[in-house]
């Protein structure tokens, strides 16, 4: 419904008027942005299946690898202290449509053995290497999926602006530049027959 509080003027009408293009303008971005954000969000939940399916294979594959490590040399429990700290993993951001997105660089390391060979063998070196592999894996899932998580919430906001301008501001807005527009209308008709009023009285007192 429009705001009962404006005055029906001329400077009130254009004022609303402004308001209604930028707002239109508004949700024109809006909508750009939340179209952008849905893309990027689409590509990302497709590559977060593909990685997740992917992590699950290797997961199981190094799991068995183990397995069959520990068959042919007994438990390993050497296998995680063989693996140094990892520091190759670098964090930075980009921007896309304003929200931050990360974006997480992997050096790797040399996938080569760095554990003795005397409690060791080709089994357990197969199962470091999967291993290595499901760490890598783990890194580029984790920045995807942080990925998602941001831009979905961005979309969320997004979208409740944008339904905010569409279905409530707007509508306000054109409600009240009518309204407006009526009201000064109507005005000028008055004004046109209170003169045209007075010129036929002006008229009648001439010829009198």
């Not at 707002?23 to 024109?28: A, P, T, W």
């Not at 530049?177 to 009648?204: G, H, N, P, W």
């Amino acid at each position: 419904m429009p705001n009962q509080q404006v005055f029906a003027t001329k400077s009130n009408l254009l004022a609303t008027r402004k308001t209604l293009d930028l707002s239109s303008l508004g949700f024109d971005l809006l909508d750009r942005k939340r179209n952008v954000l849905i893309r990027e969000l689409m590509q990302r939940v497709d590559d977060a299946k593909a990685l997740k399916d992917e992590v699950a294979t290797t997961f199981n594959q190094a799991y068995f690898a183990l397995q069959q490590a520990n068959m042919s040399l007994g438990v390993v429990e050497n296998l995680v202290g063989s693996i140094p700290i990892d520091e190759s993993v670098a964090l930075t951001s980009r921007s896309v449509m304003g929200v931050e997105i990360p974006h997480v660089t992997y050096a790797g390391q040399d996938p080569g053995p760095v554990y003795g060979f005397e409690m060791s063998n080709s089994k357990f070196d197969d199962a470091f290497r999967k291993f290595q592999k499901v760490k890598e894996l783990c890194v580029r899932l984790a920045e995807v999926e942080n990925s998602v998580y941001r831009l979905a919430g961005a979309i969320r906001k997004t979208q409740k602006r944008a339904n905010a301008l569409e279905h409530i501001i707007i509508p306000n807005l054109k409600a009240t530049e009518k309204a407006i527009t009526e009201a000064l209308e109507e005005k000028d008709r008055e004004e046109f027959s209170r003169l045209k009023v007075i010129k036929a009285q002006k008229e009648r007192a001439k010829e009198e």
